[in-house]
């Protein structure tokens, strides 16, 4: 019998996402896996039941999590959701380990292997599977439009019978995907475009998307992975007042360092906001994993006045910004899962080789154990003694 793995509706408000299309249901039912979908799960990134119905699936009103050998998710499971699933359950979605220690627990309690993607390692044949990549793409065009939808003035420069119009200065602060989508999105709408980031390679990326990089007299810090590491206290004091003056000079601001399992670097102050012209706009990419910008909230716009009390400044706290383009987030999004999957099934049984590194490291729970050490750390500074009972 053909082992069944389900998608369901993301239930988590504003969440427009799905972790199958049609595309990938028949990827899935070719490696011999019967796929079953909840109805209205692809709706809001449109695609219908019948779409999938045509792909090979089967559309149910309602999952039966208890009876799946494979569930796909977009945002991380709650632990009740968890504890549904039947033992030795294969779990493929975004798991955010860091914040969702609960749900970690419940999954090696539960013996489910679970696979977050957020852990899939940075390298190159792990490219396909790689959702932190594909969403941060989506995410940074989204949040240059976000920006010129609020900036009371044109982004490219018009010259005109009446006179000309300078284009706008756009400044983007982390130079990872999403900031180099956002660098090149503005680039295209006609903004004068600069950039910094704290990770010495970022200059020639900046560069080939037709940004100025800002160097600042500031150390160098790469992590693993080619992320960012995070800086020490008076580091980070040095790099905000090193950047004040630019963040003056632009109309807009768009920030996007992230450090993967920690809260987000404070880039900008309060005071280097409010030193920004009247009608500029701050977008912060990072709203949800605490903020690069000191104020910012959520899916919240937010008045800053200005140092001369001329005007205002708005702070936008950009939330769920892949799911604001939920087509092409899915479409991406769904194809991680789906070569995930692939790599781990042979005739119709996904069987993880855990000496392969992709899959290792992506491994967040198998067979009652926490493999991913540091969230392992995590939950036994959080309650000493519990996981030997795991």
């Known amino acids: 019998?053909?082992?069944?793995?389900?998608?369901?509706?993301?239930?988590?408000?504003?969440?427009?996402?799905?972790?199958?299309?049609?595309?990938?249901?028949?990827?899935?039912?070719?490696?011999?896996?019967?796929?079953?979908?909840?109805?209205?799960?692809?709706?809001?990134?449109?695609?219908?039941?019948?779409?999938?119905?045509?792909?090979?699936?089967?559309?149910?009103?309602?999952l039966d999590l208890g009876t799946l050998d494979i569930y796909c998710h977009v945002r991380p499971m709650d632990p009740t959701t968890a504890g549904t699933l039947q033992r030795g359950a294969v779990t493929v979605g975004l798991g955010s380990p860091s914040s969702e220690l609960p749900t970690v627990r419940a999954l090696a309690a539960g013996g489910i292997t679970s696979f977050a993607l957020e852990l899939v390692p940075r390298i190159?044949?792990?490219?396909?599977?790689?959702?932190?990549?594909?969403?941060?793409?989506?995410a940074g065009y989204r949040c240059v439009l976000e920006a010129a939808m609020r900036l009371p003035r044109f982004f490219p420069l018009y010259m005109t019978a009446a006179g000309t119009i300078?284009?706008?200065?756009?400044?983007?602060?982390?130079?990872?995907?999403?900031?180099?989508?956002a660098i090149g999105t503005a680039k295209r709408l006609g903004a004068r475009v600069s950039a910094n980031d704290i990770r010495p390679a970022s200059a020639d990326e900046v560069a080939s998307m037709g940004g100025t990089f800002i160097k600042l007299d500031l150390e160098t810090a790469e992590a693993s992975g080619g992320y960012a590491r995070e800086l020490s206290a008076d580091r980070g004091a040095l790099q905000r007042a090193l950047l004040a003056p630019h963040v003056a000079q632009a109309d807009v601001l768009i920030t996007t360092a992230a450090v993967p399992g920690r809260r987000a670097p404070l880039l900008v102050s309060r005071e280097m906001v409010q030193g920004m012209r009247p009608g500029s706009v701050v977008i912060d990419l990072a709203a949800e994993s605490g903020g690069n910008v000191e104020g910012s909230i959520p899916g919240q716009d937010i008045p800053v006045p200005t140092?001369?009390?001329?005007?205002?400044?708005?702070?936008?706290?950009?939330?769920?910004?892949?799911?604001?383009?939920?087509?092409?987030?899915?479409?991406?999004?769904?194809?991680?899962?789906?070569?995930?999957?692939?790599?781990?099934?042979?005739e119709g049984v996904v069987s993880p080789d855990f000496s392969d590194e992709v899959v290792a490291?992506?491994?967040?729970?198998?067979?009652?154990?926490?493999?991913?050490?540091?969230?392992?750390?995590?939950?036994?500074?959080?309650?000493?003694?519990?996981?030997?009972?795991?």
């Open 124 to 138: 190159s044949r792990a490219q396909s599977m790689d959702a932190l990549t594909s969403q941060a793409l989506v």
């Open 307 to 346: 140092g001369d009390g001329q005007g205002t400044v708005t702070l936008v706290g950009i939330k769920d910004p892949a799911s604001a383009m939920p087509a092409d987030a899915s479409r991406l999004y769904a194809k991680n899962v789906a070569n995930l999957l692939a790599l781990m099934t042979r």
């Open 166 to 181: 300078p284009p706008a200065r756009v400044l983007v602060l982390g130079a990872g995907v999403a900031g180099l989508q």
């Open 361 to 390: 490291g992506a491994c967040l729970t198998h067979d009652g154990a926490i493999r991913h050490a540091p969230t392992a750390e995590a939950l036994a500074a959080l309650s000493p003694g519990s996981e030997g009972a795991l």
């Open 1 to 62: 019998m053909a082992l069944k793995a389900g998608i369901g509706r993301e239930r988590l408000d504003g969440e427009r996402r799905v972790a199958a299309t049609p595309e990938t249901v028949k990827q899935l039912v070719g490696l011999g896996l019967d796929l079953e979908i909840e109805s209205g799960a692809g709706a809001a990134s449109g695609h219908s039941d019948d779409d999938y119905r045509a792909a090979g699936a089967a559309v149910v009103q309602a």
